[in-house]
């Protein structure tokens, strides 16, 4: 596989996750992780272990700002992102 296949796949994946993620689409965003991932959030003490855990977090919080969008942009080093202003125009961080 070649870089370019590789980080077009990455890519993919990226959108993919940002569009579940968008529309509130939980079933279709945990199909993007494995079983069994853990996830840590060091910042504010979170451990999951499991992917249905991470998506139940994941749900919770996006209930909790619900105007908050994400959209990935493209580059040659990795795909970065950015939190779209919501469409309330309300600050959401």
Not at 6 to 33: E, P
Not at 65 to 85: C, F, N
């Amino acid at each position: 596989m070649s870089n370019t296949t590789r980080r077009t796949d990455a890519h993919a994946i990226v959108d993919a996750w940002a569009s579940a993620y968008n529309d509130q689409n939980f079933d279709r965003f945990g199909t993007l992780y494995a079983d069994d991932i853990p996830y840590t959030c060091g910042a504010f003490g979170l451990a999951f272990a499991g992917r249905d855990a991470f998506v139940a977090h994941v749900k919770e919080y996006a209930g909790a700002v619900p105007d908050r969008t994400r959209r990935s942009t493209g580059s040659t080093t990795g795909t970065r992102w950015r939190r779209a202003r919501p469409p309330t125009g309300r600050r959401t961080s």
